[in-house]
């Protein structure tokens, strides 16, 4: 079959629970082939942005929590270098934040990062 189903077809014809599913996975897949697009790093959030060039931060419009761009965390109440510091400290101890270290060194050569 050639056809596509509008979305309003797609209501009309499924469970508000299963439309609400539907709208999930579509924005999901929105976020996955948007390049630059950033998700929020609280836990369970779905919140994500779009972000530009010139852009370090950003304030997560569902949990409210600032961002890091740049070190794609969230570090409230320290700059960037403190943050790089610390990950680096608690590497040498822990794998999950020797990962976090590893992504810190590949994507910060520039060490262009501002504090949040």
């Not at 209501?11 to 996975?25: F, G, P, R």
């Not at 390049?35 to 790093?41: L, M, P, T």
Request: hydrophobic share 30%; net charge negative; charged share 25%.
């Amino acid at each position: 079959c050639d056809s596509t189903l509008q979305e309003r077809e797609i209501k009309a014809l499924v469970t508000a629970e299963v439309y609400e599913q539907h709208l999930a996975k579509s924005v999901a897949q929105a976020e996955n082939k948007i390049g630059n697009a950033f998700h929020c790093k609280t836990p369970d959030c779905p919140g994500w942005c779009i972000f530009e060039d010139n852009v370090n931060s950003f304030q997560c419009p569902v949990c409210n929590q600032v961002n890091c761009l740049t070190c794609q965390a969230i570090h409230t109440g320290i700059d960037c270098k403190q943050y790089q510091e610390q990950a680096k400290q608690e590497a040498e101890t822990n794998a999950d934040a020797r990962r976090t270290q590893e992504m810190l060194e590949g994507d910060q050569g520039s060490g262009d990062c501002r504090s949040v």
